[in-house]
Nanobody
Framework: QVQLAESGGGLVQAGDSLRLSCAAS????????MGWFRQAPGKDREFVSV????????DYADSVKGRFTITRGDAENTVYLQMNSLKPEDTAVYYC?????????????????WGQGTQVTVSS
């Protein structure tokens, strides 16, 4: 059974940094790309970033490019999302998710497994 667990959210001020973590278990050798999405109140879930299963390729939404960095974590099947220069508009619940096909990495409908989410709140 595949499970995802996010951590690292919190309340920060504009300009601060946070690092989110996502740990995946139950993959049994399957190759999934690990992505991050976010959903603000009253808005659709949107793509934030993704890293391929070989930890080589990454992709970012334009709104976070240059501020957020996705990397492989220290533990197996763990990924970090380093978020710098946070803005109030980054406030959302952040979800970790898994997708099989790199070409479909930006569509939330293509992701098979989702975590429960972690709240990030950025005050102005």
């Amino acid at each position: 059974q595949v499970q995802l667990a996010e951590s690292g959210g919190g309340l920060v001020q504009a300009g601060d940094s946070l690092r989110l973590s996502c740990a995946a278990s139950g993959l049994a050798g399957s190759h999934y790309h690990m992505g991050w999405f976010r959903q603000a109140p009253g808005k659709d879930r949107e793509f934030v970033s993704v890293i391929d299963y070989s930890w080589v390729s990454t992709d970012y939404a334009d709104s976070v490019k240059g501020r957020f960095t996705i990397t492989r974590g220290d533990a197996e099947n763990t990924v970090y999302l380093q978020m710098n220069s946070l803005k109030p508009e980054d406030t959302a619940v952040y979800y970790c998710a898994l997708v099989h096909t790199w070409a479909r990495r930006r569509g939330s409908e293509n992701y098979e497994y989702w975590g429960q989410g972690t709240q990030v709140t950025v005050s102005s």
